[in-house]
Each structure stands twice: as C-alpha cells, then as structure tokens.
C-alpha cells in the first residue's frame, strides 16, 4: 500500500510542478522573454499544454472573467494539495 500512496503522490506532485512550468512560461511568452520560435520552445509548451489543458479548460469555464487575469492554475495547485495531504492523512 505504500508503494501505491506513493506513486500517487508523487504524480500529483509532478502534475503540480507542471502547472506551474506552464504558467511560468506563459508569463514569459507574454513579456516577449522566451521566443516561441524555437522549435524545443514550443515542443515544451505544446506538452505542458496538452497534459494541463484538460484540467484547467473547465475550471476556467466556471471562473469569471478577471481582466486577462488566469487564476485556473492556482485553484488547480491548491486542489493538488489539498488532494495530497488528504491522502497523508489516509494513508499515516
């Protein structure tokens, strides 16, 4: 059973990590900071695209309209924590 809280734990934690690379790099694009030209650029946006845009997309249909303001990934990492020390409770 350890091995199993285990690897859930550290695939919410991986899931998070990549919601915040994906915001980051947002904001970076944004400013103009990162060139989305690049080829491995834009193959580690298109990824962190694909895995996080599934999760956020309904959450962002639910949110109101903030001004250009995305809070989506904050609520997500919030609800990854939460699911986190959820399941350290459950499982110690």
Known sequence: MNALFWLVDTVLW???VALILGAGLSWLIA???INTRNQF????VDFLDRITE????PIR????NLGGV???PLIVILLLIFAR????DLFY
């Open 31 to 33: 400013f103009g900071i």
């Open 14 to 16: 991986l899931y998070t």
């Open 41 to 44: 650029i834009q193959i580690i």
């Open 61 to 64: 249909r639910l949110l109101p």
């Open 54 to 57: 599934p999760v956020l997309a």
């Open 85 to 88: 020390r959820l399941l350290f």
């Open 70 to 72: 995305d809070i989506s």
